[in-house]
């Protein structure tokens, strides 16, 4: 059972340009949570996602970014119009209905140019 | 709303020595506890967690923590640690099952544990 995957690892994106960023949740999972890693800092909720649906994005900033979940596919983060402050590591993290832990990716690691 | 303090940004202790890693939190509600170790440039592994009955919790690579619910706390302990330990500690707290949320966490800022020899 493979865990839940991330590409690309890596992603260097010129300001002003788009970064799309995906997770597989691990199979059998219908939860996926995105999170945000700053430099020096901690991880900060961003979005969770069922299928279809987008459950909570409180964490989500108003403008250029935007999640979803397909019914077919993995999870896509996306962030228009990059600016340098989006800089960070991006971890996407999967659980199955009615658990309390999440597993995370490995996570992408995000570089505006 | 939720919220999780670790107070040290980072530990050094020498190899074979005891290390503690402060975690607090405050929440409404129950909650669900969780410690999180991350190597350089890796995603986030869990160690231990936190969900009811015995406040102390057996996780992997010979770490423990204690659940002390009238101090808010969920300290990290590991009573002989190796150089191979020297990473980041998360400290995350969940109620989200309890109030429909998921399992979205809320993290602390982490704590830079460095093993010297």
């Known amino acids: 059972n493979a865990g839940v995957m991330q590409n690309p690892r890596h992603l260097v994106r010129r300001r002003g340009q788009e970064a799309r960023l995906r997770c597989s949740p691990m199979k059998g999972h219908s939860h996926v949570y995105w999170y945000r890693q700053l430099p020096e800092e901690g991880l900060k909720f961003m979005v969770y996602l069922q299928k279809e649906n987008i459950i909570d994005e409180s964490g989500m900033p108003k403008e250029r970014f935007s999640a979803e979940f397909p019914k077919e596919g993995p999870s896509i983060l996306r962030i228009q119009q990059v600016v340098r402050g989006d800089s960070a590591a991006y971890f996407c993290?999967?659980?199955?209905?009615?658990?309390?832990?999440?597993?995370f990716g490995q996570g992408t690691r995000l570089t505006v140019v | 709303a939720q919220s999780v303090t670790q107070l040290d940004s980072q530990v050094p202790v020498f190899e074979e020595a005891p290390v503690e890693l402060r975690c607090n939190y405050s929440s409404s509600v129950s909650v669900y506890l969780f410690w999180y170790v991350q190597y350089p440039n890796q995603g986030l592994q869990l160690l231990l967690k936190y969900l009811s009955g015995s406040t102390l919790v057996k996780g992997i690579n010979g770490f423990e923590a204690e659940f002390n619910k009238s101090q808010t706390s969920f300290h990290l302990r590991k009573p002989s640690v190796h150089i191979s330990d020297t990473a980041e500690y998360f400290c995350?707290?969940?109620?989200?099952?309890?109030?429909?949320?998921?399992?979205?966490?809320?993290f602390g800022t982490g704590t830079q544990l460095k093993v010297e020899l």
């Open positions: 993290a999967s659980s199955p209905e009615q658990a309390a832990e999440a597993f």
């Open positions: 995350a707290v969940s109620d989200g099952v309890l109030t429909g949320g998921g399992n979205k966490l809320t």
